[in-house]
């Protein structure tokens, strides 16, 4: 015997062929309105059915589908990140800031919980702020302050859109507190810098995953990144299109002013080892080559998918404890791939102005990136 047919709703939004609407899906026409589906809850009365939100009004029919195509993972912190990132409002952000919420994301849905699940797996109805707050304190105590309030002004971004679409019944990232950011701003020194490259390439030379090896990307992109004055995620997102005749044209975020750097012998060695490696992983894999140089990444993962942030990060911690251990370096030796902006805006040959055209930041943060010391004569006769 086939289904009864739904009765025509007239408050249902006119974009949705009602015809059309996926069996389990429901609407509630109260407030904006919004699209739910019946799940089964335990509580201390037994099992019950509860309505849960899944969309707002402006979905798609064809959202709708997908999500009852999804089941299980409905719901969930990684589904609303989801919805947030197929929204107009992200699409209609600059690149950059796509590719720090992207960032962001990756950290959030991936951290591991005492449940064994990773943290997007959680269901959003069940969590509340202390749940945000234990995942922000976690991640500033693994040494780590400027990422989790990264993650923490993300998720708050994302459940406030969620939770004015209807999408959420409620924002558990609200009202959080911020982890408390280191002020300090390493400088590398030219000894700690010399022998961290090296250490880096003696590392890489030895078989992949093996005990005390490195990656091979990883003295590429410490050269690229101090040679140019670029930020990690600016140096992990170079593509062959930027190496042009003249040049490596950089692709600074944050609205900071692209540049040309001239090639040099080591900032050539460096691009041309990077451009090798990447030709080697797509060989390997017999991986399809872009025909658009913008697309062809400079730095991929050895399966041959672009690397990720989180990846370099991860890696780059190991590194340096790695270093450490071995008495390479002493521990307040230590620093980031971003001092490495910080260090190459300092060597740079030149005048203030010359140095914050390499640079490409503005006057306020030259103060920052720039550690020079002013050389300049004693007050008074010239005698």
Excluded at 24 to 53: C, F, H, N, Q, S
Excluded at 195 to 224: C, D, N, Q
Excluded at 305 to 317: A, H, R, Y
Excluded at 323 to 332: D, Y
Aim: glycine share 6%.
């Amino acid at each position: 015997m086939a289904p009864r047919p739904r009765k025509h709703n007239p408050s249902i939004p006119p974009h949705i062929d009602q015809a059309k609407i996926p069996k389990g899906m429901y609407w509630d026409a109260t407030g904006r309105g919004r699209w739910y589906v019946l799940a089964t809850a335990t509580g201390i009365d037994g099992p019950k059915k509860i309505r849960r939100t899944v969309a707002g009004p402006e979905a798609k029919l064809s959202e709708l589908h997908s999500i009852m195509e999804t089941g299980e993972n409905t719901g969930t912190v990684e589904w609303v990140c989801v919805q947030y990132h197929d929204s107009a409002k992200f699409k209609g952000l600059a690149a950059g800031t796509r590719d720090d919420y992207e960032s962001a994301r990756n950290v959030l849905i991936s951290y591991p919980t005492n449940l064994g699940v990773p943290f997007g797996k959680l269901q959003v109805a069940k969590l509340r702020n202390h749940n945000f707050q234990r995942l922000v304190d976690k991640i500033e105590s693994a040494g780590t302050p400027t990422k989790a309030n990264k993650v923490l002004r993300y998720s708050r971004l994302v459940f406030r859109w969620a939770l004015n679409r209807g999408i959420v019944d409620h924002n558990p990232a609200q009202g959080l507190e911020q982890a408390k950011e280191r002020k300090r701003q390493r400088l590398p020194t030219d000894a700690a810098y010399a022998k961290l490259l090296a250490f880096a390439h003696e590392r890489s030379m030895r078989t992949a995953r093996t005990e005390g090896s490195v990656p091979a990307y990883l003295w590429m992109i410490m050269e690229l990144g101090y040679l140019c004055r670029l930020r990690g995620i600016e140096t992990l997102t170079l593509t062959e299109a930027q190496g042009t005749v003249e040049g490596l044209h950089t692709n600074r975020r944050k609205r900071s002013r692209d540049n040309l750097v001239e090639w040099t012998p080591r900032l050539r060695s460096a691009w041309d080892a990077a451009i090798a490696r990447r030709e080697a992983i797509i060989e390997r894999h017999s991986l399809p080559v872009q025909l658009r140089a913008d697309q062809r990444h400079l730095f991929l993962a050895e399966h041959g998918e672009p690397l990720q942030k989180t990846s370099l990060d991860s890696t780059w911690q190991r590194f340096i404890q790695l270093a450490i251990s071995s008495e390479v370096i002493l521990a307040e030796e230590r620093f980031s791939l971003h001092d490495l902006k910080r260090k190459g805006g300092t060597d740079t040959v030149g005048n203030r102005a010359e140095r914050q055209d390499a640079l490409g930041v503005t006057d306020a943060m030259m103060k920052v990136y720039d550690k020079s010391v002013p050389r300049v004569k004693p007050s008074g006769s010239s005698s």
